[in-house]
């Protein structure tokens, strides 16, 4: 949550389409608002997991993206370490939602 698969766990195959070397199934989820993991990397990651991936690929390496939530979303505000407090985004939805949705989307992956 709040990240994406790393690039040292991806590699490049012979046609230069992605190859994932996780042996399971990913979800990443990403907030727009994110100031830590920033939305570029997200854009990596859509590139390289949903439509670069080698079509042998024989795991599902999701990706989502929810409309509001920081880096901050993804944890519990009372709780929010100094530099996540001063380096992130400002978030459009409340923890609650934030929860929500988040929680969704996981539910949603493992119902998939």
């Known amino acids: 949550m709040a990240s994406v698969i790393l690039r040292s766990h991806r590699k490049l195959n012979e046609k230069g389409e992605t190859v994932v070397t996780l042996q399971r199934n990913t979800l990443s989820i ?36 929810i409309e509001g939530t920081s880096h901050a979303s993804f944890m519990d505000e009372t709780l929010l370490p100094s530099f996540v407090l001063s380096n992130d985004l400002p978030k459009d939805v409340d923890q609650a939602t934030g929860y929500t949705l988040i929680a969704q989307s996981i539910l949603g992956f493992i119902q998939d």
């Open 30 to 65: 990403l907030g727009t608002k994110d100031g830590l993991l920033r939305i570029s990397r997200g854009a990596e990651a859509f590139y390289s997991q949903l439509q670069h991936i080698a079509p042998n690929q024989p795991f599902t390496h999701s990706l989502m993206a």
